[in-house]
């Protein structure tokens, strides 16, 4: 796949390779950037607003045995929670024994200037499962996706 072609969502187009490092090139990006040497690319701060938002987020947060404290961090004032704070006793996606999260309790935490990093995000919606193909079919490698959470003002 080249790195204009975006895959599809319900027949429609969805990620393009090329929409993901705009403004480069896409050719720039992989030969002078790609596995080289970081780059900040700004954009439109709306282009990925569709990708996750906050409601789809806190419904992922609240399929039972899907998460547990080894996929979701969470730190206040630069020093880590322990998941007791953030989550309540349950079974993990292994079915073991685990602290699930639990979405009000994060949201309070939230509220009080935390920082939520969840794991492994990039097979659980389709757009999340489109941006990871567009990336795999030109990078030739596995892509995964995490997400960094705080609110407006916080220092995460």
Not at 14 to 41: C, G, I, N, Q
Not at 90 to 105: E, I, L, N, Q
């Amino acid at each position: 796949m080249s790195a204009d072609t975006a895959v599809t969502i319900a027949g429609k187009p969805a990620w393009s390779f090329a929409e993901l490092v705009a403004p480069l090139d896409p050719r720039t990006f992989l030969a002078e950037y790609y596995d080289r040497r970081p780059v900040h690319l700004k954009g439109d701060p709306d282009r990925f607003r569709d990708l996750l938002s906050w409601k789809r987020l806190n419904e992922l947060l609240a399929i039972g045995g899907l998460w547990s404290a080894d996929s979701i961090d969470v730190a206040l004032d630069g020093r880590p929670i322990p998941p007791q704070q953030y989550g309540n006793p349950g079974m993990g996606w292994d079915g073991r024994k685990a602290m699930v999260p639990d979405v009000g309790k994060l949201t309070e935490l939230l509220r009080r200037g935390a920082t939520v990093a969840v794991e492994k995000l990039h097979g659980l919606t389709p757009e999340l499962r489109a941006l990871a193909a567009s990336m795999e079919s030109v990078l030739g490698a596995v892509v995964t996706s995490n997400a960094f959470c705080s609110w407006d003002g916080t220092r995460g």
